[in-house]
């Protein structure tokens, strides 16, 4: 087998991640919370969420809400290293082995896996989920279903991108042994396999509740009362408007869950979900509104961050003058002092940005042009382009908490203020952001310079600036077929490896053309009761509650 | 079936006609029985009623800061200039430089408060012109038309009636927040937004006063004596209507400054965040309310004593204005 | 009786097509689609284009029209485009929370409101009325999600007294059949769940009763103080009937009338309250969901949700008029 690649086990994020959850922090408050659940095990795990999940079959899911349920519910073949974003043999695929050309996969399975509907999980259903993920019907290749297969594996069996489909077939080798053949090489395939979108799922349950050609295959029976999984919990009930609730399953092949029961509620606001926290109601919450966290902290509630693993950037519409202009984007990149920018929007812990991805993603290159902060640069630069004092258009989103931006309107002044200073003028423009602001950016070429950002899904380069500068869009209003074919040339590489050199290479490019500003990596952070310990944070929020403990 | 139809309908206003206050129940003399005293003897009656009073100092007071913003601050409104001194949970309190501290944003608070009722007058009053305009418009429409009578003024009263029907039918809130949505965040869409709100309520207003104004003695008497009825109604039914429209407005003063920070509370106010005005401070700052809450309460006290002093203005004015507490 | 709620009945015909028709025009008129809402950061030009064909949203106008009048006519509402849910489906399931939410804060303002407006007009110019007066009118003057936010850090956050957020603790894993949960635990003798769900009203309807109680203090007050002046009251009080008698048999029955109206419309002004303290307290009613579509951009959920409550709000005003003619004998001869 000298010609395989053995799979490259990381253990490079775990000293730097793995944030794990200790014990009672000093806390100030008695812990009445649990609905019962004293001492070890036992138990309901009360969690807050911003909105309800859309779709309990997360292959018709891209929302991190439908995610944070399924990953309870499923497994996929690939896991993630706990607390970093790499791939790991954790899920149900004990090892891999890649051909060199990067055309077949071989996939060793775990045994003694059963689904909570009973069924046996072996390499026929892996096959099974293949399959029937690339002969999806017509009517649910549509992104808003099926985005994350068209995205990543190019097109279906049928369809308008029929040509453009990276799967070739599976084939079985006993029970434990599956192979994946695909047309054309992918350096981000194994990655890829660890989205909650590509987790199997119980043949017998898919084939007598699921129906992939319904009008919605997210209202079925199965996406919402009857999703079978391999995961520590299986579905209880979806109170739609209400909440989830889960409970642990029995027969689960890996570590059982202490706790018996989750529920996961919808509240919108991070207020509301502070205050559903400090008033008992909840044991835990995602996504902490920034300005939540000392006052959590000094109140005894434990504050968990995960590794940034996104990028938030200041982008240029090229389209529009003066940004068409290197120098005036260059002189914006010198105006503007991202330690303030950290310092004064966004949450403690968060790290500036050099470029439009993290240090923890394959491929970042440690020597690009960072343009430190420099005013009197910014300023000689505006008047050598001619712009010194004229007034450009800044656009941001209100209504809106992203983890990589988490107060946009914070972020917006202080940038402002910090390019007033060096003499230019900001005309202001706000926008809602569900749909009007994304609209204006990425559909439209009406806006100036602008906030925006980006999470990973998993750990794959072209996951953050294959995404942004893949090809021509409006929102950076500039065609560059040189840069848009060398990231093509190194997504079709066949392993991480061979890619990484030239995704530097291409990092170094993207800095000297600047099409935009990388801001910062912000933290996004969870909440938790004194009583909670044992939740282990992800980059890539891959948290599964099985080893969540309440007091 | 007739239904005594309030002149409400929306937020803040109210179908009181508070009879018999004790300071107002005076002359009942002959020169207020004419018409064209109407107006002086709602101001003598103003002038001894203590409500009245309170609510006209309050308003005054908001006008005259309104206007003389600038003298009473040495900085400019969203200025941000100390932007750098600001954490995401910490804002520096109150300083030599800065009496009230800075606001979330870096901007001086006193400032920011002293501007924003600027900007809370101009709000109030142009959404308020607005509805006014288009409302009057219509219920004069409607009412004259229904007062003169015939097949085809029960026809155009019926159908503007209708439109106004479907347009309170949506809630004013929803109504306000789409029509935001469709201009996009900037002054303008909010004032249209609130305008559009109370649009329906003056034409309910006035159409209600006119028709009753129609069937009044004075109207039967003078149609009785020959007059044409589209004389009548332009020359007396709708001065005469005139009046609970001005408090109307009044009142709705009140409403639109809280409906714009309502706005700014769903985030759909204007589109600079660090802008001096009431409603948008409060909402930035109420992320901040455990640490610093004099962020919020101090514009969420100043939008409530403003709306409070146009409503016991506006309440105290319809007392003065209702002839039935002249007996 | 029966004519006259027919007759009423048909007229809401006529409203509720022009109301079809508007509300057609009005979500085709919001800039965006939901194309671009449903995928996020990540949509590319070209998916949006094929989400848009597969909802049928590049269609020409009068089609998709049409196609919408067709399915209403067979009683199909269509379905939310974010999670494919029938519009009914989620109307059923979300209206009670702020139906439950808007009958408490109405309960709270007419069982306080009518008493103290009462008391108010009989003790005119007194230290009680000027309290009950100007306390009234700041209720008005109060922005209500501020009121709210101020209820829920000293009840909830400092003091502990009351739950802040959400209807029912969710430990409680009550049964729901009509999703009214205080009724759902009074129908399945669930008691806890149903005193649960009560304590978790208590806050949010403190706030949203603030404006309709002030309104109907006032209501009250000046309607029994016009009423106390009519002769046939000081009839009354000169036959020698006891200061109760009267009140109770001819001052608040008169006095009744104006309230009821304001109750009527209270309920329909209710709404705008209701986004705000449902944002305010993590309630899933369809205050906050419709708020939410219209950001979404969800055109089914638009059209059917604001259709129900234009229905569901003329039927509130039909039951006010009825309500009259029970109270006033008068109003129903004519």
């Not at chain 1, 434990?176 to 992918?186: H, N, R, S």
């Not at chain 1, 990092?507 to 938790?528: I, T």
């Not at chain 3, 489906?89 to 309960?107: R, V």
């Not at chain 3, 969710?170 to 009214?180: E, P, S």
């Amino acid at each position: 087998m000298g010609l395989s690649r053995k799979v490259r086990l990381a253990t490079v994020g775990l000293a730097a991640g793995a944030v794990i959850l200790t014990g009672c922090a000093e806390s100030e408050r008695d812990s009445s919370s649990g609905g019962g659940g004293e001492g070890d095990g036992g138990g309901t795990f009360r969690f807050a969420a911003s909105a309800e999940p859309v779709s309990l079959d997360p292959f018709f899911a891209s929302d991190g809400e439908s995610f944070r349920v399924s990953r309870q519910i499923f497994e996929g073949l690939v896991g993630v290293e706990p607390g970093t974003a790499d791939p790991a043999p954790t899920g149900l695929a004990t090892e891999w082995e890649s051909s060199e050309d990067g055309l077949t996969h071989t996939f060793t399975l775990r045994e003694g896996v059963t689904f909570h509907d009973g069924s046996e999980f072996n390499a026929d259903a892996v096959c099974f989920n293949f399959d029937r993920w690339y002969n999806m019907p017509e009517s649910s290749q549509v992104e808003s279903l099926a985005y994350y297969y068209g995205a990543l594996f190019g097109g279906f069996a049928t369809g308008d991108n029929a040509d453009k489909a990276i799967y070739d077939s599976c084939e079985t080798n006993g029970d434990t042994e599956a192979t994946i053949t695909l047309t054309q090489p992918f350096s981000g395939f194994i990655a890829a396999l660890s989205l909650p979108a590509f987790a199997m799922q119980s043949p017998t349950a898919l084939q007598e509740f699921q129906d992939d050609g319904a009008e919605n295959p997210t209202t079925t029976e199965y996406a919402t009362a009857e999703p079978s999984g391999t995961g520590p919990f299986q579905l209880e009930e979806w109170n739609q408007g209400t909440d989830v609730r889960l409970t642990a399953y029995d027969d689960y092949w890996g570590e059982p869950s202490t706790i018996d029961e989750a529920v996961v509620v919808p509240i919108a606001e991070p207020r509301g979900r502070a205050d559903a926290l400090r008033a008992d109601e909840i044991d835990g919450y995602d996504l902490v509104g920034p300005a939540d966290i000392g006052g959590l902290e000094d109140e005894g509630y434990q504050v968990v961050n995960r590794d940034p693993f996104n990028v938030l950037y200041l982008g240029f519409n090229q389209a529009k003058a003066p940004f068409d202009d290197i120098k005036v984007r260059q002189a914006i990149a010198y105006a503007i002092d991202k330690e303030e920018v950290v310092s004064a929007s966004l949450p403690e812990g968060s790290e500036v940005a050099i470029e439009f991805m993290p240090p923890s993603v394959s491929g970042w290159a440690d020597d690009v042009e960072t343009y430190d902060y420099d005013p009197d640069r910014a300023r000689q630069l505006l008047e050598e382009a001619g712009v010194a004092g004229d007034t450009i258009q800044f656009n941001y989103p209100t209504d809106v908490s992203r983890p990589y931006m988490p107060s946009p309107e914070d972020t917006f002044n202080v940038i402002r203020t910090q390019l007033e200073e060096v003499g230019l003028d900001i005309e202001p423009v706000a926008d809602r952001w569900d749909p009007d602001y994304l609209n204006k950016i990425q559909g439209s070429e009406n806006h100036g310079i602008h906030l925006l950002g980006w999470t990973g899904d998993y750990n794959d380069t072209d996951n953050f600036i294959g995404q942004f500068f893949g090809s021509e869009k409006p929102e950076w209003g500039f065609n560059d077929p040189q840069l848009f074919q060398g990231l093509s040339e190194a997504r079709q590489e066949p392993s991480v490896d061979d890619a990484a050199p030239l995704y530097e290479d291409l990092n170094r490019e993207v800095m000297e053309l600047l099409p935009g500003v990388p801001l910062a990596h912000p933290v996004p952070s969870l909440a938790f009761g004194p009583g909670v310990s044992g939740y282990e944070a992800s980059p890539v929020q891959d948290e599964v509650w099985n080893t969540v403990t309440l007091d | 079936m007739t239904i005594p139809l309030p002149p409400s309908g929306g937020g803040a206003v109210s179908a009181e006609t508070a009879p018999g206050t004790p300071g107002a129940a005076g002359p009942g003399t002959s020169d207020e029985d004419r018409g064209v005293s109407l107006w002086r003897g709602a101001f003598r009656r103003l002038r001894r009623n203590p409500t009245a009073i309170v609510g006209a100092v309050i308003v005054l007071a908001f006008i005259l800061v309104a206007l003389l913003a600038p003298l009473l601050t040495g900085y400019e409104p969203g200025a941000a200039q100390d932007a750098g001194e600001i954490t995401p949970s910490s804002v520096p309190g109150p300083s030599e430089d800065h009496w009230l501290g800075l606001d979330s944003f870096g901007s001086d608070l006193w400032t920011q408060l002293v501007y924003g009722a600027r900007q809370s007058l101009i709000y109030g009053v142009v959404s308020t012109a607005i509805g006014l305009a288009v409302g009057t418009a219509m219920g004069a429409l409607a009412g004259g038309f229904g007062a003169v009578g015939g097949r085809v003024g029960q026809w155009v009263d019926t159908a503007v009636m209708r439109v106004v029907d479907i347009w309170l039918s949506i809630p004013s809130l929803l109504l306000a927040v789409s029509i935001a949505a469709i201009l996009t965040q900037s002054a303008y869409a909010v004032m249209i937004a609130i305008g559009a709100a109370q649009v329906p309520i003056f034409a309910r207003l006035l159409r209600g006063s006119m028709l009753a104004q129609g069937r009044s003695d004075y109207v039967l008497a003078a149609s009785a004596l020959g007059l044409r009825k589209r004389r009548i109604v332009m020359s007396h039914v709708l001065p005469n209507s005139v009046g609970p429209t001005i408090v109307q407005a009044t009142l709705n003063l009140a409403t639109a400054i809280i409906e714009v920070a309502a706005l700014s509370y769903l985030g759909l106010g204007t589109a600079d965040p660090a802008v001096a005005e009431w409603g948008r401070m409060l909402v930035a700052a109420q992320d901040r309310f455990d640490e610093s809450p004099q962020l919020a309460i101090y514009p969420g006290v100043a939008i409530a004593i403003t709306a409070l002093g146009f409503t016991l203005f506006g309440e105290a004015l319809r007392e003065a204005l209702d002839p039935r507490t002249r007996r | 009786m029966l004519r006259f709620v027919l007759r009423r009945l048909g007229l809401l015909v006529p409203v509720l097509i022009g109301l079809s028709v508007l509300l057609f025009a009005w979500v085709r008129a919001l800039p965006g689609d939901p194309a671009r809402a449903l995928l996020g950061e990540r949509a590319t030009p070209e998916a949006v284009e094929r989400v848009r064909a597969a909802y049928g949203f590049d269609d020409p106008l009068w089609q998709q029209y049409f196609r919408y009048v067709g399915s209403l006519l067979r009683g199909d509402f269509g379905a939310s485009v974010r999670d494919g849910r029938p519009v009914v489906d989620t109307f059923l399931e979300k209206f009670p929370a702020t139906a439950e939410l808007g009958i408490a804060a109405l309960l709270i303002a007419v069982i306080v409101g009518v008493p103290l407006g009462y008391l108010a007009a009989r003790n005119q110019g007194r230290a009680l009325d000027t309290f009950v007066v100007s306390g009234s009118l700041l209720g008005v003057a109060t922005p209500v999600f501020f009121l709210a936010i101020l209820l829920k850090l000293v009840f909830s956050t400092w003091l502990g007294w009351l739950p802040s957020s959400l209807r029912q603790d969710v430990t409680i894993d009550a049964t729901h059949i009509t999703n009214f949960y205080v009724l759902d635990g009074i129908l399945t003798r669930e008691w806890d769940a149903a005193i649960n769900a009560v304590a978790h009203l208590v806050l949010p309807s403190i706030a949203l009763a603030t404006i309709p109680l002030a309104i109907i203090v006032r209501i009250t007050r000046a309607s029994v103080a016009e009423v106390m002046n009519e002769d046939f009251v000081r009839t009354a009080e000169s036959k020698g009937l006891s200061a109760g008698v009267v009140s109770r048999r001819h001052v608040l029955r008169n006095a009744l009338l104006p309230v009821v109206t304001t109750i009527g419309l209270q309920a329909g002004l209710l709404f705008s309250g209701a986004v705000l303290t449902e944002t305010v307290f993590g309630l899933q009613g369809i205050g906050q969901y419709l708020f939410e579509s219209i950001g979404r951009r969800d055109y089914p959920v638009l059209q059917g949700y604001i259709l129900f409550i234009a229905i569901i709000y003329s039927l509130i005003n039909l039951l006010v008029d009825l309500a009259y003619g029970v109270i006033d004998p008068r109003v129903r001869v004519s």
